[in-house]
């Protein structure tokens, strides 16, 4: 391909021009081609429609299929200009394909804005790429708290309210999803099982594009009236919706691409990649619950996919999957999502049961406590979380004799969770805890998931649940388990990774400010909230009962702070990463898995030698040397 | 080697001990606080039977989480004081423990235990008489008597409740009254998109799905005033669909439904005919 | 440039977007809500003339979109926003102007007038209770004040019609007009109960759905 032998590899291309370097497959080439595509689809949309959905076209002032075909051709476009097409299409012509390390040939920052086949490169441009989305969805959480201040006076339009409901809940459950796995799973899952690289990595490299070019999807709902449907996007409502609810169906689509083929890409990688000695009972516990979580992905997304195209459907060519009068069911949609969306919450939580395991026996000097029940905890919640969807529709009217059934399964999901507990209590059980940063965020975790799990109980009980379903205390319940379990996960899997990831230390004094100042802020934020839930308060109203004003105006005061909390920790980063460099030692934490015994900065090829190993990671208080057994070249040079 | 002054096996009866001690006198504590202090004021309120019944089953709840809770909490804490490291000098690594086949054995047994007795109370419950949940078209958890219960059909739309009554002349009616002390069906359905009918004070929820008839029984006690709220996010007024209700004497129900039949009178000459699902035009696009 | 300085110069363009994009945001959509409109007080009390239109001015966001509009007493001074500020704990008589044809209502309840002094509006110099239910083409309803107004449509085959706003009395219309007697200060929302938004589902998308179009506030002061 021409493109590709006028940035020739090699070190030319580091002294070529900055102008010369941007020509060629990369994220300018990209968004340029990526517009045209808008454009090119926005058209034959408006050109194939017939005459009945040209009038509606002309009197709702909008045509769903050329925005749909826009969204569509624009991603596509988007893609073929960061380079994703030239494999295929070097294959097609039967032509030599470049292997995929030639494909990285950039160096310096430019790698990160182009298609990357290194897994350290996509992991670091998914820490940002999601950290961008997640601030994002952040700024709209702290809209949503500030309309909250008053039941009476409205600071933002009610339409713009929902769609910033939407889209917090959106950026969090979407983009987040990859959160763990998108930085992390990449960056760690190879090197922990002793492989150079992904079994995949252009699709490695695609399933971060297609979470930045679903990202911008969604933002680009505000400039077609937003969508009023909370990220559930339940139908018949969302069928009412202007266009923006296209957006916000092009969005999870491409998320849901993205997590398939994330998942896919991983379960292969472990299945065949892993290093001699690496068998299963060796695998780091991280690893494990990224073989679970994938699993989940690669089942779950699936239905998101094939339910959103219904949607789309229903909205485009005058199906009626959703619309109960014209034969549709109004139950298909919530139940299909739950489907998609009860797997989609043990995503997110399976990994930050992974990270707080992996990190407990460094900062407790004692191996994982428990392993195998570990490793079944983890595989028990991943199966069993396809088995209670239901119980977000105990009120619906759906199945309600199959209710007794779901209560149960629900019930029992807490079995597998307290596995995880359990070797978790059994890892600090006289060890010689230290208290470094990583290791508070670890504890949290344990703290706010206790609750987060002990209200999942209430909403496993129908009774309880009547009261509970649709309310401030469903809310509160998700924000503990999720934000109090994996965020506080994710920033301890940052604070104790990103010396290795990056080569340079984050500021411990700032980051004991950071979580003390986010965990008394975030409890302060969601406790209040089971009260307001259990006080009759339902979700997503921009207007409550008045007596309900002084609790939401301590929430909000203290989300006030939590995001303050949060932009220390952006102070953080930045300073330490991009300004003060302070470089890390090789493995500040002691830890004994492989990762830290590796140079920083960790090599192109991660490992001179393919380690074999004789043993789990975990060898704390035991007569083992550290892995890898064989010692990579480069250490100490 | 952990150089704490005990051998190592004596230390940890020492701790195990301590833990089990401090949890139980923790739970010895706060349980009863919990379920005597909070109990009676666990929501939604003794408004009706169903509502007195999900007050019970929160406070079970409360009362099999709280000792959970501690013994989680107390643990670690202990953990946190017992087994921080106070020699970092020493670079020492702790007990090179992997498991213990017992704790494990007794963790798995009791936390089934008690995941299926919760289980099993919280179905038994339910199966009563719905809880005041909405079941469906088809209920199984029927109340005595649900024959000759008082039919009410809620009807949501984008964004109001209105009222139907169909022993009533098909009267709909925009306010609710309900008479104390009687069983009430409640016809949930809507006429456009997924909306929830929550009646909080009376313990009443189900959500009104357009073509679907989801039928919640509840029993009411005494007169009192209750809020009903969309609980379902319908569209852009969702957080404004509500209005109040009241359970009054029968008497003052059967003079207060008499009057609104007269007063709505017009509007019911025009009402398409009481049915328990609607499918009113446009179902598509509209022209 | 040194290293250094070439970063803190990065940092600072990117702070310095994020925080613009910020502002546009919360400036330009979040914030950005149709104005009001006050009652005229005139020694009958209070009075309020709204129009209702089968699309909107040819310079508005949404042209083809049908909408609710303030005015004055002879249709004139047309302003398009749907927050409505009216005395405290008055008699407010409001006139609406009808111009559209008829959808027909979802519920035909809403055929009865309610909530209004009397429980009557006086539709084309007439008192009346209701209409025909596939008669109305909007409403205008406070359900937190238990108000509901049916409007009556103008037929579909009227003689000069009006196309989009804005309007004149020349143009075929109906004129309902009513009593309310407002409550306390207070914040209330009204909307319309006709599925009238042609081209969404069900006829309420769009317009229904949206603050500025056929829905607003209600502000007692």
């Known amino acids: ?637 | 080697m952990s150089g704490y002054g005990r051998t190592q096996d004596a230390s940890s009866r020492h701790d195990a001990r301590n833990v089990t001690l401090l949890w139980l006198l923790a739970s010895a504590i706060m349980t009863p606080i919990v379920v005597f202090v909070f109990g009676p004021h666990l929501p939604p309120g003794h408004g009706s039977n169903e509502a007195a019944g999900q007050v019970m089953d929160n406070t079970v709840l409360l009362a099999t989480a709280t000792p959970i809770a501690l013994g989680v909490l107390v643990f670690i804490a202990y953990s946190l004081w017992a087994f921080r490291e106070r020699e970092p000098h020493l670079q020492a690594d702790g007990a090179a423990l992997r498991g213990n086949s017992s704790v494990q054995f007794w963790w798995i047994v009791a936390t089934t235990t008690v995941a299926l007795s919760l289980s099993g109370y919280g179905i038994t419950r339910l199966l009563e008489t719905g809880a005041g949940g909405g079941q469906g078209p088809e209920p199984i958890a029927l109340p005595p008597h649900a024959s000759s219960a008082l039919q009410v059909q809620v009807i949501a739309q984008q964004w109001q409740f209105t009222y139907r009554w169909p022993s009533f002349g098909g009267v709909e009616t925009r306010e609710i009254e309900l008479p104390a002390h009687t069983l009430i069906e409640f016809n949930v359905t809507s006429l456009d998109v997924i909306h929830s009918f929550w009646a909080y004070q009376l313990g009443v929820k189900a959500d009104a799905n357009p073509g679907i008839n989801n039928i919640a029984y509840v029993t009411t006690r005494g007169p009192l005033a209750f809020e009903v709220r969309c609980a379902e996010l319908c569209g852009v007024w969702h957080g404004y669909m509500y209005n109040g209700g009241q359970v009054v004497p029968r008497a003052a129900f059967a003079s207060w439904i008499a009057r609104e039949r007269l007063r709505y009178a017009p509007a019911t000459r025009n009402l398409t005919p009481y049915s328990k699902t609607y499918f009113p035009e446009p179902q598509r696009r509209a022209g | 440039m040194s290293g250094y300085a070439k970063r803190a110069v990065g940092t600072a363009i990117v702070t310095a977007a994020v925080v613009a994009a910020v502002v546009l945001y919360v400036a330009l959509y979040l914030t950005n809500v149709p104005g009001s409109v006050a009652a005229t007080s005139t020694r009958a009390g209070a009075q309020l003339y709204l129009a209702t239109v089968p699309e909107a001015e040819r310079s508005d966001p949404h042209p083809t979109w049908v909408s609710f509009y303030a005015v004055n007493a002879t249709a004139g001074d047309w302003r398009h926003v749907t927050t409505y500020e009216v005395p405290a704990n008055s008699l407010v008589r409001m006139t609406i102007y009808q111009f559209d044809s008829p959808s027909g209502l979802r519920n035909p309840f809403i055929s009865q007038v309610a909530g209004t002094v009397g429980g009557v509006m006086t539709l084309d110099g007439k008192v009346t209770r209701a209409i025909p239910p596939e008669a109305a083409s909007h409403a205008f309803a406070i359900p937190q004040l238990g108000i509901s107004v049916p409007l009556e449509g103008v037929e579909e085959e009227a003689k000069n019609a009006c196309e989009h706003a804005p309007c004149s009395l020349a143009n075929a219309h109906r004129t309902i007009s009513f009593v309310i007697h407002t409550p306390g200060k207070g914040l209330y929302r009204w909307q319309c109960f006709v599925p009238c938004a042609a081209g969404f589902i069900q006829g309420f998308g769009g317009p229904m759905q949206t603050v500025g179009y056929m829905g607003g506030f209600l502000k007692v002061v």
């Open chain 1, 1 to 637: 391909m021409s493109a590709a032998a006028a940035t020739s590899p090699g070190p030319m291309s580091a002294r070529a021009p900055l102008w010369r370097r941007l020509i060629g497959f990369n994220l300018l080439t990209g968004i340029a081609l990526g517009v045209g595509g808008w454009f090119l689809g926005h058209w034959i949309g408006s050109e194939i429609h017939g005459e009945s959905l040209a009038y509606f076209a002309e009197t709702a002032g909008e045509n769903d299929i050329a925005i749909m075909l826009g969204y569509l051709l624009g991603v596509i476009g988007f893609l073929i200009g960061l380079g994703f097409a030239v494999y295929p299409v070097q294959r097609l012509l039967g032509r030599q394909p470049t292997l995929a390390e030639r494909e990285s040939h950039e160096h310096g920052l430019l790698r990160y804005f182009s298609l990357s086949t290194d897994h350290k490169v996509v992991a670091k441009q998914y820490m940002v790429g999601v950290g961008f989305f997640f601030f994002i969805g952040g700024l709209n959480a702290m809209a949503i708290r500030t309309e909250l201040l008053q039941p009476n006076t409205h600071v933002f339009g009610a339409n713009q309210y929902l769609t910033l409901v939407g889209m917090h809940g959106s950026m969090m459950m979407g983009i987040f999803t990859s959160g763990v796995l998108g930085p992390f799973a990449n960056w760690l899952v190879p090197i922990m099982i002793g492989s150079r690289r992904m079994a995949f990595p252009r699709i490695e490299s695609l399933t971060f594009w297609l979470l930045m070019a679903a990202g911008v999807v969604l933002i680009t709902t505000i400039f077609f009236g937003g969508f009023q449907t909370g990220w559930t996007g339940y139908q018949p409502l969302g069928d009412q919706g202007t266009a923006g609810y296209d957006a916000y169906i092009g969005f999870f689509a491409l998320v849901g691409i993205s997590m398939t083929l994330l998942g896919f890409n991983l379960i292969v990688t472990i299945v065949t990649m892993r290093a001699p000695g690496m068998i299963w009972s060796r695998l780091p516990i991280f690893v494990w619950s990224v073989l679970a979580t994938a699993g989940l992905m690669v089942l779950a997304a699936p239905t998101l996919i094939a339910t959103l195209l219904m949607a789309a459907m229903d909205r485009t060519v005058q199906t009626a999957f959703f619309i109960p009068g014209q034969g549709g069911s109004p139950y298909l949609f919530q139940n299909l999502f739950w489907v998609f969306g009860h797997p989609e919450v043990y995503v997110l939580a399976l990994p930050g049961f992974g990270i707080v395991l992996e990190l407990l026996p460094v900062f407790t000097r004692k191996p994982l406590w428990g392993y195998r029940l570990a490793v079944a905890g983890m595989l028990g919640v991943g199966i069993l979380s396809f088995f209670v969807w239901q119980h977000h529709l105990f009120v619906s009217g759906l199945n309600a004799d199959l209710r007794p059934f779901f209560s149960l399964s629900t019930e029992l999901i807490s079995i597998p969770t307290g596995f995880i507990y359990l070797c978790a209590l059994g890892t600090l059980w006289r060890g010689r805890i230290r208290f470094t940063v990583p290791m508070l965020f670890c504890l949290a975790w344990a703290f706010n998931f206790l609750w987060g799990g002990v209200s999942g109980i209430f909403l496993s009980d129908v009774p309880s649940d009547v009261t509970t379903h649709g309310s401030f205390f469903v809310m509160a319940h998700f924000h503990y388990t999720i934000m109090g379990g994996l965020i506080f996960a994710f920033f301890a899997a940052i604070y104790y990774w990103v010396p290795k990831m990056y080569g340079y230390k984050l500021s411990e004094r700032l980051g004991k400010w950071h979580f003390w100042i986010m965990f008394l802020a975030f409890n302060s934020t969601f406790a209040p909230l089971f009260a307001l839930g259990f006080l009759g308060m339902p979700r997503r109203v921009v207007t409550y009962a008045t007596n309900l004003q002084g609790l939401n105006d301590w929430v909000s005061a203290s989300a006030y702070v939590l995001g303050l909390s949060l932009l220390l920790f952006l102070a953080n980063a930045v300073w330490s990463l991009v300004f003060k460099r302070e470089p890390a030692a090789r493995n500040p934490w002691q830890s004994k898995s492989i990762e830290w015994q590796l140079p920083t900065p960790v090599p192109l090829h991660d490992f001179e030698q393919l380690p074999v190993f004789d043993g789990d990671p975990y060898p704390y208080g035991e007569e083992r040397a550290p892995l890898p057994a064989v010692a990579p070249a480069g250490e100490g040079a």
